[in-house]
């Protein structure tokens, strides 16, 4: 008797631990893809994070194309924002971005204030083509833009002397939720998480 009752007290001690591993599952399960989904979008955000950095710095050393500092063959203003969209399409593309160019709402370029924000009025806007990799090709790079909005700063209007002017890009994206326990999410409406990145640099002499 003593020996069935040991048994018996060896499957109640299997038994238990399978329930509690059981249970303790789907919460490590949950945290795991929790983390993997805010990598994610970590990684997603350094890329726009790059991508504005990258058309701001081309905006602020182009200035109004009269000093030859583009890409070869490209000169004088009317090239200066498609070789901005250029080096943003080339970061955005760029392998492990995690940015689909269909998730991308705009791009835009501005002349920003003393505070960060856009001058009223100045704001050009590119968006993603109906059908891409047929834009024109700029530094290497079929653009997948093309330009929908058209603002009171083009680029032969631009100025890197006193007082000096300051270029902003900015991008917004449109980030999908890919795990199972975001899912939930969708049952308050929530589908997605939209991004914004903007980097202003100031226009070199």
Not at 29 to 35: D, K, Q, R
Request: aromatic share 8%; glycine share 12%.
């Amino acid at each position: 008797m003593i020996r069935l009752f040991r048994r018996r007290g060896n499957r109640g001690g299997r038994g238990q631990s399978l329930v509690e591993f059981t249970m303790i599952l789907p919460i490590f399960m949950a945290l795991a893809m929790t983390i993997a989904e805010f990598g994610v979008a970590f990684g997603t955000n350094m890329t726009m994070v790059e991508a504005t950095r990258e058309g701001a710095r081309v905006g602020a050393v182009l200035v109004d194309g009269s000093n030859g500092f583009g890409c070869p063959g490209y000169s004088g203003s009317a090239s200066v924002d498609y070789q901005i969209i250029a080096a943003v399409q080339r970061a955005i593309e760029s392998p492990n971005s995690g940015i689909a160019l269909a998730n991308v709402d705009w791009i835009k370029i501005y002349q920003s204030d003393g505070t960060g924000n856009p001058v009223a009025g100045t704001t050009s806007t590119w968006t993603v083509a109906p059908t891409l990799g047929t834009g024109q090709t700029v530094c290497g790079v079929a653009l997948d833009f093309l330009q929908t909005g058209t603002g009171t700063w083009p680029a032969s209007s631009r100025n890197n002397v006193l007082p000096v002017q300051s270029i902003g890009v900015s991008l917004q994206y449109r980030y999908q939720l890919f795990t199972p326990v975001f899912a939930l999410m969708q049952m308050f409406g929530v589908h997605q998480i939209t991004m914004n990145d903007s980097t202003v640099m100031a226009l070199e002499p």
